[in-house]
């Protein structure tokens, strides 16, 4: 439950404040949380203020919830901090397409453009301290260059609880994803989604799991922060109102609520964690250009 206090500002107006969610805070309080800082945000009277306040809901929200997941609760603050300081420098990335007031420049369409793609390369940066935090030693770039959708429905299928299906063809899997994200952004890429017929992990390798949660929960901070550039942007709050945005929802309530949705929709649960499956995919493949080729021995 998220305690509501009411501050007396220097202006002598009364305003309502949200104590910050933790380990133990309900999904459904994390986003209120989430979308109540990001409106504030919003609101804010310059570019850096607005910045800062979406970084630093963003960071605990997406902090909190990795650290479950990858069950390393202990690395919950440590977490925090990463995940809030990779989240600001993605943000940052918009700050050209804005004056200091925090209004749009209509002629800086290049560098608003620029900084929408910009999540993955800011994630991947912030990485290696995020997977030392949980004790990670896997390859992580090479764990990502080799990452498939097979790899991701696991992943998926863990967290949601579910089965990982087994005999899905890739041909029923892209078939489904036609039906089930008609009308999504990424509809035209679904045919290229890649497939292997690498092995399930084992128990063994639970780390290399536990590496890719990592990876898909700090690209996802990495993107969801700028959307409420994106918004003030666009000169509403669309891009921050669930309601209208699925995907702006704390990571772990996106997914149950879509694949909830799937299903009430009348389709099966196996389309619905394959659907869910490439929301989770899609913050895969913010990685996938910038690790496409192997280090250079020597750099």
């Given at each position: 439950m998220l305690i509501i206090v009411i501050n007396m500002s220097e202006d002598g107006v009364e305003r309502l404040a949200v104590s910050e969610p933790t380990v133990e805070t309900p999904l459904e309080d994390i986003q209120g949380y989430l979308v109540d800082e990001a409106k504030s945000a919003?609101?804010?009277?310059?570019?850096?203020?607005?910045?800062?306040?979406?970084?630093?809901?963003?960071?605990?929200?997406?902090?909190?919830?990795?650290?479950?997941?990858?069950?390393?609760?202990?690395?919950?603050?440590?977490?925090?901090?990463?995940?809030?300081?990779?989240?600001?420098?993605?943000?940052?990335?918009?700050?050209?397409?804005?004056?200091?007031?925090?209004?749009?420049?209509?002629?800086?369409?290049?560098?608003?453009n620029s900084a929408m793609s910009a999540a993955g390369?800011?994630?991947?940066?912030?990485?290696?301290?995020?997977?030392?935090?949980?004790?990670?030693?896997?390859?992580?770039?090479?764990?990502?260059?080799?990452?498939?959708?097979?790899?991701?429905?696991?992943?998926?299928?863990?967290?949601?609880g579910q089965p990982v299906p087994q005999g899905l063809t890739p041909e029923e899997v892209k078939r489904s994803l036609h039906e089930t994200a008609k009308g999504d952004y990424f509809e035209d890429q679904i045919d290229t989604l890649p497939f292997s017929d690498k092995p399930q992990l084992t128990k063994q390798q639970e780390q290399t799991e536990q590496t890719l949660d990592m990876a898909v929960r700090l690209a996802n901070a990495t993107w969801k922060v700028g959307q409420v550039h994106r918004a003030a942007w666009e000169g509403n709050d669309g891009r921050i109102n669930p309601a209208k945005r699925e995907a702006f929802n704390p990571f772990d309530l996106l997914k149950k609520e879509q694949y909830n949705r799937v299903v009430k929709e009348g389709r099966s649960p196996q389309d619905a964690l394959v659907r869910v499956g490439l929301e989770v995919y899609k913050d895969v493949i913010q990685y996938k250009p910038l690790v496409a080729q192997p280090p250079t021995p020597g750099r």
């Open positions: 919003l609101g804010q009277f310059t570019f850096d203020a607005r910045n800062s306040r979406m970084a630093k809901a963003v960071g605990l929200e997406s902090a909190i919830l990795a650290a479950k997941s990858t069950g390393h609760v202990d690395a919950a603050d440590r977490l925090r901090d990463i995940f809030t300081q990779a989240s600001e420098e993605a943000g940052s990335t918009f700050s050209g397409a804005f004056d200091e007031t925090g209004r749009k420049l209509e002629d800086k369409n290049d560098i608003y390369q800011v994630a991947l940066r912030h990485l290696p301290a995020a997977l030392e935090a949980i004790g990670s030693n896997v390859d992580v770039q090479t764990l990502l260059r080799d990452t498939d959708f097979n790899d991701v429905l696991r992943l998926t299928a863990r967290e949601l």
